[in-house]
């Protein structure tokens, strides 16, 4: 690594320093880690004691402030150190191997320049794959499906048959798009399989994963669109629609039918219930259970999920329960006496 | 695609018709998308509305109804549903491959007739596969399982040894069945790995879930019995038994050492701790906690998991908490000075 | 199996006999299915009944008691449980193969003294591996990991690029260990990508469950701290230091910079919020959320965790929230009219 100055990294991110322009940084780092060859970063308030003992070489923050280091102030910190990382370390490099001959690759599939297929790979019939994508080893794209450009499936993921992959989609390691989704007839108390129609539809610069289960449709395509990203072990429902921009946590479970707009943010475990609809910009808290349809803006936690402000509030009272029903029985004890005493005086 | 008649369709799942018999129908869409040579269906009260705005060819319910479709009238319009989504779509066809020389195949491994395995699939040392069974590239097959007929396997699922498999089951992509329960004895601070020595029985049309773990028992078998259909990422204890005809929906955590009764129904990410007894036709609600035994025909929800009744309202009362105080705390001061006024009436 | 004494096994793990020393026992069963030649143990009261009516050849257990089964007495029955199963039924057998020539392994990649490398198993450059080894099919080694002696991953388990694994690591069916964290900084409503730079450690006797997904740090490492014991489908968020002798049990969700500390025990689909410090022999029952810093010792409970022996109560207590606004708005009649005849008494 050979590092760049504080000002060129100014400069590349828009910001301005206070301290020393000509320091020489060579990776970036965590506020209570990085050395003084390193950047780091500050946005979160609870760190902010580590601001002032930090040993790192400069800090990148919204606001002057106590600290050692080096400062370079931009607007976004977070976005800066996004660009200054990219910039450092870039984003991980894949071997150009080429078409591995160990790859099963069926005749009828088509394969865009520059792609680098690993061993063990298997394209079925009818397969289309745009330029520069990247399968790892272990990787299955089932029959008649379509992947755009610069794609990069890592290993042992997954794709069932004729879903449709936009551009610069990744999919983790063992994530898994398209299965059958849960959809039985109940008759005579027996399960019958419904046929699963439709497809999965992975739209341009979505993230996957891993471990992750998307359900195809049962008729209408399940969709995830452009932007969303989405944590390990999450499932998706057969037939819902995940709006653009979206962040799935990992473990989040939504189920089918459901309509998701756009930059949504639902935190970790959260389970939704199928066939409802979650507004625009919505964020729901880790562990949330939605059981309704919740209106733009809305900020909600709980199961059930409630307003957030409130449920704050509602759900730390559960602790006081104990102590609530005590008073309430001395306040019956107490009422039973004035009573009492009423019914002398009269 | 080349479709039937509304009248075919209806001798075929044995309903009757209120509309145009003729009608050709080419495939099964939903009722907001169905257009004029789709057949839908209605079962789910919240879509009313849309049966009577909907532009599909004909709908399936269960009585008569204001609708502009010609109207498929049956007793289960959702099996009915199912049925003519088999005769229009039908299941996927998986093709018709034989055994591919890039398996890795024991040669005590012994096949069934018209079995498909794809490249990278492994069966190991004694494995028996029954007849017509397909598995997908990545799979892996332990040593001395044993493997009814009509079985499909997609890409990357894995049975580890000594599993005993029925007919006609399925495993979606990435699925683990029979991988070590977990089985520790803590001495001294240090977790000692116990061997686990029993299988996982998964009987016969059992469906499981991609990413699905299942356990092997640490001495009992774990089993699923006929008939059950398990979600995606649904993790089963060593040693539990699942009663069959149950449905266990994505996500859903039974720990070990629990027996559950036949159909029954567990909501997405219900949790269900180890030693307990659920009985038969129980249903939990989804992300319910269940801590002690159910009984049969127990409709639960709410963690703790209590009857659904009476959970529903108590549940919903959390978010009045808050206001609950403040009465109390009115109370109790309304009290302080009636007690004062009574202090002073002696 | 040939079977060992009664006696030999107490002396096998330090314990005495109450009954027949001469027994042959062949194996280990549960109390309610073990025979005349199979050894059971007690531990968990709930089973009490069955002691008493077990036809287990031999019981072990803490105290002697009432059962016909004859007795080995020992401090830690669990664990002598463990020793004597190890003893009858030994671990899993690993087949010799050798290094398959269907793997694909990098001239670059080393490899100890007697690994056992699967058909389709791929090793990338620079890979390092220890002794005795052993890598089912589809298992996947990013670039530059370095992996210590005695390691088991099973089939299509995945480690990424520079990973460091201890010795005597277990990974199960389909885990993926060092995938990108879910890092992504959100500038203008586009969600950039964060290079992931750190990588993951497990240290020494860890054990990852079937389905994981252990995230790579930002920039810091996640690390696994020595006899962690990980069940299925857990997710471990970036930069996350889980300390040593751990026991996270399937389903748990930890978000990135946590702080574990050492001998902790999460129950099944617990969640613990990120940036937040739990302390030493930490107890959370299942489906706990974890939303602040937890002091070492402690037991918690509920979503919103709080102090177990308050949370069994407290969530309780949620059950009979319609009771006690019922009791509220009585208390409020009831005063409203005290206050009324209070008015008159004037």
Chains 1, 2, 3 share one sequence.
Do not use: W
């Amino acid at each position: 690594m050979q590092g760049k100055t504080l000002g060129e990294l100014a400069s590349h991110v828009g910001g301005r320093i206070h301290g020393n322009a000509d320091l020489i940084i060579v990776s970036a780092g965590t506020l209570d880690k990085a050395g003084p060859s390193d950047i780091t970063f500050f946005s979160n308030r609870k760190y902010e004691s580590q601001l002032k003992t930090t040993t790192a070489g400069a800090v990148i923050l919204a606001a002057q402030a106590d600290t050692p280091a080096s400062q370079l102030i931009v607007e976004d910190p977070y976005y800066a150190f996004m660009q200054i990382v990219v910039l450092l370390h870039g984003h991980r490099e894949h071997k150009k191997i080429g078409v591995s001959p160990s790859a099963s690759i069926a005749p009828s599939a088509v394969l865009g320049a520059d792609c680098h297929i690993h061993p063990f790979v298997t394209l079925s019939d009818g397969v289309r794959v745009g330029d520069r994508c990247i399968f790892y080893p272990g990787v299955f794209i089932g029959p008649g499906v379509q992947i755009g450009d610069d794609c990069i499936f890592y290993a042992n993921a997954v794709v069932y048959d004729d879903c449709r992959i936009g551009n610069r989609v990744i999919l983790q390691a063992n994530a898994t798009v398209g299965e059958d989704g849960f959809g039985f007839s109940t008759h005579k108390g027996i399960h019958h399989k419904i046929p699963q129609v439709g497809r999965v539809v992975l739209e341009d610069d979505v993230e996957i994963g891993a471990g992750c289960g998307i359900e195809r449709g049962t008729l209408d395509d399940t969709v995830i669109a452009k932007g969303t990203k989405v944590g390990d072990m999450v499932t998706i429902g057969h037939g819902t629609k995940v709006g653009p921009h979206c962040l799935l946590v990992p473990q989040v479970g939504v189920a089918g039918s459901v309509t998701l707009g756009h930059h949504c943010v639902l935190g970790g475990q959260v389970g939704v219930v199928g066939h409802i609809k979650i507004g625009n910009l919505v964020n729901i808290g880790a562990q949330a259970g939605v059981i309704g349809n919740v209106p733009d803006g809305s900020i909600i936690v709980g199961s059930p999920a409630i307003d957030a402000n409130k449920a704050r509030r509602a759900y730390a009272l559960i602790a006081d329960l104990p102590e609530m029903r005590k008073t309430i029985r001395l306040l019956q004890r107490q009422i039973g006496e004035l009573e009492g005493k009423e019914d002398l005086n009269k």
